[in-house]
């Protein structure tokens, strides 16, 4: 079992449309955890972390479930502009990081 | 501006040759990260430095090494590449620790090894 386990999709949404992604983890020592976007290969960009008081910005909700070792992504009202590769990250103590494999998003018009 | 710089961008080489990817960050960043990108997967940790001369494994350390003798530095070396090390690598680095802080990544190598 992977340490970090996304849904790969992908998911092809309408614009306008409301899209929820998971991402489990194994650890339960993990420490922090993000959502990075990443777009055709380029550099993955940090989306917005993740706490377990649940953090929004915009039209993007990220929520932090510890007890069920899952975070989840809440985008609100698709943009065109939001399709693009999710990738979670659970990072442990001591420097370790551990990327999910990503799941895609392809918001169509 | 802040940034993480890797060179070479793109790097077509044959097997046995040996290649650095240099990485350098101007933010005085403590931690630094190298990964590798394979197609449908997601980024996997090789080496990383919580600090100057402290590095220790990833996930994928086999056929690489790494060194920080300064803070602003972490090349990844391939003493002797092979095909399955073509791939995408990312250098990638934080402030503090990096379990409480978000990663800030170069534009990543492209490496094909024939």
């Known amino acids: 079992r992977k340490e970090v386990e996304q849904d790969p999709g992908p998911f092809n949404v309408p614009e306008g449309a409301t899209v929820a992604f998971n991402c489990t983890y194994s650890n339960s020592a993990s420490q922090s955890f993000f959502w990075y976007r990443q777009d055709c290969r380029k550099e993955p960009k940090l989306l917005m972390s993740?706490?377990?008081s649940g953090n929004e910005d915009g039209r993007f909700t990220a929520q932090l479930n510890r007890a069920s070792q899952y975070i989840s992504l809440l985008i609100r009202d698709s943009k065109l502009s939001d399709s693009a590769t999710y990738l979670c990250v659970v990072n442990r103590n001591a420097g370790k990081s551990t990327f999910g494999d990503g799941t895609t998003l392809t918001v169509k018009p | 501006e802040a940034q993480v710089t890797q060179n070479p961008r793109y790097l077509i080489t044959v097997t046995g040759k040996k290649l650095t990817v240099t990485c350098s960050q101007n933010?005085?960043?403590?931690?630094m990260s190298w990964y590798r990108q394979d197609p449908g997967l997601g980024l996997r940790q090789i080496y990383y430095s919580m600090n100057v001369e402290v590095t220790d494994k990833g996930d994928v350390p086999e056929g690489y090494k790494v060194s920080r003798k300064e803070k602003r530095n972490f090349p990844l070396i391939l003493e002797s590449p092979s095909p399955n090390q073509t791939s995408l690598y990312f250098c990638?680095?934080?402030?503090?620790?990096?379990?409480?802080?978000?990663?800030?990544f170069g534009d990543g190598t492209r490496l094909s090894i024939l």
């Open positions: 990638a680095s934080s402030t503090g620790q990096p379990g409480n802080q978000p990663q800030h």
């Open positions: 993740v706490y377990s």
């Open positions: 933010m005085n960043h403590e931690y």
